[in-house]
């Protein structure tokens, strides 16, 4: 990553975050954000993740700390997110989606759309107990310790209590290409239309989408933006004759793999935090995570 992907420009990014006349000198921006790369890409809690740059040369090397310098101390991680919010990590994602469109891992010729579950950091079961009866439907809401949670639906016997990331996938790469976290009681075609101009914002658009049957319903809206709505249809609908509607929808479960990938190493599927604005810069951290590690793949020369 350090000799192929130049995180430089962070620095100058986030330079309205800080008054550099004011309170000791804060560790580089960059340096802080190489750290929470490497607390996505290892999975680490906040101490554990200093602890081993602290310790491990390599993790000291490639966040750029010598030998003799000071590590930050765990709670400055926290401190840095929220100095940053929301904004700027949207933009820092936002420019190395452009970083990979500009080396030509991005096709504007399909996008897919999705939703992934993230489970509140509750115990829910724990809530149970103040349960009053089979009817009380209140018992979570009057307990929660995340009161920004909400209850979602995959089905009508399968539900959890959280979060919801809707995500933009280039069908070429898999590199993510917009993401939003809300709370988990959205349908998720209520994602598609923001997600759509955020990628348009981000990369100029793409051609053709596809997704499930759950974000049926935008045809009009995907047609002003010059996009052809391949969503999937539901059975006891219409389907478009058009070729490239079938072979969309062959390629619609490869975002499924990208879910699998950041529950399986980075935890996509776990809250780290109470409220949706820090979930959803966790969120944002792995599918940085996943675009750079695509990013690097393609720029490093392959071995002999």
């Known amino acids: 990553l350090n000799k192929t992907v130049d995180l430089s420009f962070i620095e100058g990014l986030v330079k309205d975050c800080y008054t550099p006349d004011n309170g000791r000198n804060s560790y580089n921006p960059v340096i802080m954000f190489k750290i929470l790369f490497l607390q996505t890409l290892y999975d680490k809690s906040d101490r554990k993740v200093t ?8 993790f000291r090397h490639f966040v750029g700390l010598s030998l003799d310098d000071e ?21 820092i994602f936002n420019q190395i989606v452009k970083l990979s469109q500009q080396e030509g891992l991005l096709n504007d010729k399909l996008r897919i759309i999705d939703c992934s579950a993230i489970k509140a950091k509750v115990d829910v079961f724990r809530l149970k107990k103040d349960k009053q009866d089979d009817n009380d439907q209140e018992y979570i809401d009057r307990n929660t310790p995340d ?7 995959k089905s009508k016997n399968k539900s959890w209590y959280g979060y919801k990331t809707g995500i933009i996938l280039d069908a070429q790469s898999e ?6 976290t809300t709370t988990a009681s959205p349908h998720d075609v209520n994602h598609l239309e923001s997600l759509v101009e955020k990628d348009i914002q981000t990369t100029g658009g ?12 935008k045809t009009e809206f995907l047609k ?3 996009i052809t709505d391949n969503i999937i249809r539901k059975d006891n609908m219409e389907q478009p004759k058009r070729q490239s509607y079938q072979k969309d929808k062959q390629q619609r479960p490869s975002i499924e793999h990208k879910f699998a990938e950041g529950k399986n190493y980075h ?5 780290k935090h109470w409220g949706r604005l820090k979930v959803h810069i966790q969120s944002l951290l792995v599918y940085l995570t996943m675009n750079l ?3 690097v793949n393609f720029l490093l020369p392959a071995p002999a």
């Open 224 to 226: 002003e933006k010059g």
């Open 175 to 180: 590199i993510a290409t917009a993401v939003e």
């Open 147 to 153: 009161p920004e949670a909400s209850i979602g639906h």
């Open 71 to 91: 590590t930050p101390h765990w709670t400055l991680l926290g401190k840095f997110k929220e100095r940053l919010g929301e904004n700027k990590f949207n933009q």
């Open 51 to 58: 602890e081993a740059v602290d310790t491990n040369i390599l």
């Open 206 to 217: 793409f051609k053709r989408l596809t997704g499930d049957k759950g974000f049926v319903g």
């Open 267 to 271: 935890r996509l599927g776990k809250a």
């Open 293 to 295: 590690k695509k990013l």
